[in-house]
């Protein structure tokens, strides 16, 4: 199937952005598409580069990129979710594009079926 | 349907806002804190039997493990995110 | 991009200004009115309160944006349904709503769902 994804939370607040993640990586496992993945709200937040977890955590945005770099997955921040919150293409990690609205009405009509990872 | 119930039952409406849209026999997934509806010996055990009766009751598996728990009221059915996937596949999604 | 439009739909179902969800979904509304798409607007459980009449922000300084419900038909998005026991149970009538919109039961929410390409939760 043609997967689309939206992150509605920021990492670590809220559990939203691993189940994403792992969601992902068994939906490739098992040949899916990723359409995209739309980071929306305090989603946006999964995108900056300048997270720095402590050592024995995970790192989200890391676990972003790789996926998305290894399996070619558009990854678009929303550009005004994250412009509220302080995200820019200079902090952005590799991987992710700002992007707008439009693209997340544009995954609503090409995907078959789409997953909201929100609180 | 696949309902995708992420909140606990003893915090959050989810659950119940969803049963009252949900027609007998759809599909509702439990995780992330939705868990703690699947489990066995709380004071929602016979609410929630009664709805493993009417509803085809999924629960994330990786998500118990992380919680650490292992003792399910019985008519649920755990699957792993291969499974969630599935499931995904098969139905329409509504995260509530 | 297909040539056909879709049925796509927003459902509202969180209360405004306590989470941004509310406000989001409207955003959504508007975007895809833009696209020209077979669009249907649901409000259920805490959703309806975000058309609700009366709002004053001048205590909170958070955006209003119940007044751009009114437009949505400027916008050509004319399916909009409120299920009925989500507004009678919080003791609201369509009196109490900037939109008209249409009354409709909670056993057709499911099904309405089911009939979209594809939905939102908001």
Redesign the interface.
């Known amino acids: ?1 043609k ?1 689309g994804m939206i992150v509605m939370e920021s990492p670590y607040q809220h ?2 952005s691993d ?1 994403a993640i ?2 992902a ?3 490739l ?2 040949g ?1 598409e990723i359409l995209r993945v739309f980071f929306y709200q305090d989603g946006v937040l999964n995108s900056t580069k300048l997270m720095e977890p402590q050592s024995d955590d995970r790192h989200i945005q890391k676990q972003w990129t790789a996926i998305g770099t290894e399996n070619n997955i558009e990854f678009i921040v929303c550009v005004a979710a994250a412009k509220r919150r302080g995200i820019n293409d200079t902090v952005t990690a590799e991987g992710f594009t700002i992007g707008g609205l439009g693209m997340l009405t544009e995954l609503a009509i090409e995907a078959d ?6 609180a | ?1 696949l309902h ?1 119930i ?1 909140k606990s039952p003893f915090e959050s ?1 989810s659950l119940d ?1 969803c049963l ?4 007998k026999g ?1 599909a509702i997934i439990l ?3 939705g868990i703690y509806a699947a489990m066995a010996g709380t004071a929602l055990e016979s609410k929630m039997n009664s709805i493993a009766g009417d509803y085809k009751v999924y629960v994330l598996k ?2 118990l493990m992380q919680r650490g728990i292992d003792k399910l009221i019985s008519g649920v059915t755990e699957v ?3 499974g ?3 499931l ?2 098969e139905h ?5 | 991009m297909n040539d056909e439009m879709a049925k796509l739909m927003v459902v509202f ?1 969180t209360a405004p200004y306590g989470s941004i969800y509310s406000f989001e979904g409207l955003e959504n509304v508007l975007i895809m009115g833009a696209y020209d798409q077979d669009v249907s607007v649901l409000f ?2 805490d959703g309806v309160f975000a058309i609700k009449k009366g709002m004053d922000n001048s205590g909170t300084g958070i955006k209003d944006f119940s007044p751009t419900f009114r437009a949505l038909e400027a916008y050509d998005i004319e399916k909009i349904f409120i ?1 009925r ?1 989500s507004m009678e149970s919080r003791g609201l009538t369509k009196d109490d709503l900037v939109i008209d919109a249409e009354l409709i039961e ?2 057709a ?2 099904k309405m ?2 009939e ?1 390409k ?2 939102f ?1 908001f």
Do not use: G, P
């Not at chain 2, 009252?20 to 027609?23: G, L, N, R, T």
């Not at chain 2, 329409?92 to 509530?96: A, E, I, R, V």
């Open positions: 199937m997967l559990e939203a189940s792992q969601f990586k068994a939906a496992a098992k899916h079926r789409l997953v909201e990872f929100r | 349907m995708m992420n409406m806002d009252k849209y949900a027609s759809s995780y992330e804190d990786e998500d792993d995110y291969a969630f996937v599935d995904v596949e329409k999604t509504c995260s509530w | 179902r259920i459980d299920d026991t909670s056993d929410v499911e769902m089911e979209q594809n939905f939760m």
